[in-house]
């Protein structure tokens, strides 16, 4: 006998809600590049809280709003550097150009792909977090301008395999479609969808970076909080080495 009325509609409800959360992670389509796409949400969201907070007020992450801000300074505004901008969008630049050379390599394997791109991160955010331990939380111009390029290619790196892995709603950093597509499709596929469901994932994932990343650098240390990064990296470059010899359907190219 199954429940009736209200009660028995939150029971009903329970099984795709729990199915939902699973597809969030780990689905058929893309098997498990979606949990691993959460992580360096997370990680997008520690790094602009770091280089926000102490690396010259520039994004690394979300780049595109160092336009803006180069925007603001040529038209007087004295708050923001705009050769520091500069060097964030030329790092990012030449991140993405990297990423699109790796992905060249073997394009075959989205796991291989995801393996190899994330090796050039491990490098980069490495040396990035050795500097940043290394000059304390008052690093000179030179080393802020450093750090902010090798963080602004990693994510450079990172944005070339998104666009190469082709998974929905999960871009990792550019979360304006994102949250619009919560607003528009509220209605159509409900909220216990598993598109809806990944979306707030991401948005909330990167809320979390963001704050984690925030209370190190203030009450901690950029080392801290750049660490935090570098360990996140690590933990998804192992599960990649993990799935890089998997033959399923989601390592397809789409």
């Given at each position: 006998m199954t429940s009736s009325g209200a009660d028995g509609a939150s029971v009903n409800t329970r099984p795709a809600l729990r199915e939902g959360l699973r597809r969030v992670v780990v689905d058929e389509r893309d098997g498990p590049l979606p949990a691993m796409l959460v992580a360096l949400t997370v990680l997008a969201g520690v790094v602009d809280a770091a280089s926000i907070l102490r690396l010259g007020g520039v994004f690394v992450a979300t780049v595109t709003g160092n336009i803006v801000f180069v925007g603001l300074g040529i038209a007087g505004a004295r708050e923001f550097a705009i050769g520091t901008c500069l060097l964030a969008i030329g790092g990012f630049v030449l991140g993405a150009l990297v990423g699109a050379a790796?992905?060249?390599?073997?394009?075959?394997?989205?796991?291989?792909?995801?393996?190899?791109?994330?090796?050039?991160?491990?490098?980069?955010?490495?040396?990035?977090?050795?500097?940043?331990?290394a000059a304390g939380d008052n690093p000179d111009a030179p080393l802020r301008n450093a750090m902010v390029v090798l963080l602004a290619m990693s994510m450079g790196d990172q944005l070339a395999a998104i666009r190469y892995l082709k998974v929905p709603d999960l871009v990792t950093v550019v979360l304006t479609l994102t949250i619009t597509g919560v607003l528009a499709d509220r209605r159509r596929l409900g909220w216990s969808h598993p598109a809806m469901l990944r979306r707030f994932t991401a948005v909330i994932a990167f809320a979390v970076g963001?704050?984690?990343?925030?209370?190190?650098?203030?009450?901690v240390s950029l080392g801290a909080a750049l660490a935090l990064g570098l360990a996140i990296i690590v933990g998804v470059t192992i599960s990649t080495h993990l799935v890089a010899s998997s033959t399923s359907d989601w390592t397809a190219p789409r």
């Open positions: 790796v992905i060249r390599r073997r394009p075959e394997h989205r796991g291989r792909v995801m393996r190899d791109v994330l090796h050039v991160k491990l490098a980069l955010a490495a040396i990035t977090t050795g500097i940043a331990i963001a704050i984690g990343g925030g209370l190190l650098v203030l009450y």
